[in-house]
């Protein structure tokens, strides 16, 4: 059973930068897409940007486009989001997943194992 813990969470200031790691143990993430998404207070779920296992493609939205960046590393069984020149609305809880199957790996519901989140708060 493949389980995901999310750390690096916390609070900066905008302009800021934080990484978040999600951990997996019980499965390797080899063969898994993994992704990143957030959630802002009153918001839904959005994906943020993922990882394809075959060819290690990444798809990220326009938002954080040129700010954030995934990256995995399989040798750690982790992925990586590094988020710079934060923003006030990149306020949220942000949740990695990961599928060995699926068509497109920005959408929730594609997924089927979560972690729990991890809180970042930018604030001045």
């Known amino acids: 059973q493949l389980h995901l813990v999310e750390s690096g969470g916390g609070l900066a200031q905008p302009g800021g930068s934080l990484r978040l790691s999600c951990e997996a143990s019980?499965?390797?993430?080899?063969?898994?897409?993994v992704g990143w998404f957030r959630q802002a207070p009153g918001k839904v779920r959005e994906g943020i940007t993922c990882i394809e296992s075959y060819d290690g493609s990444t798809y990220t939205v326009d938002s954080v486009k040129g700010r954030f960046t995934i990256s995995r590393d399989n040798a750690k069984n982790t992925v990586y989001l590094q988020m710079d020149t934060l923003k006030f609305e990149d306020t949220g809880v942000y949740y990695c997943?990961?599928?060995?199957?699926?068509?497109?790996?920005?959408?929730?519901?594609?997924?089927?194992?979560w972690g729990q989140g991890t809180q970042v708060t930018v604030s001045s």
């Open positions: 997943a990961a599928d060995p199957a699926l068509t497109l790996c920005i959408e929730p519901y594609e997924y089927d194992y």
């Open positions: 019980g499965v390797s993430l080899d063969n898994y897409a």
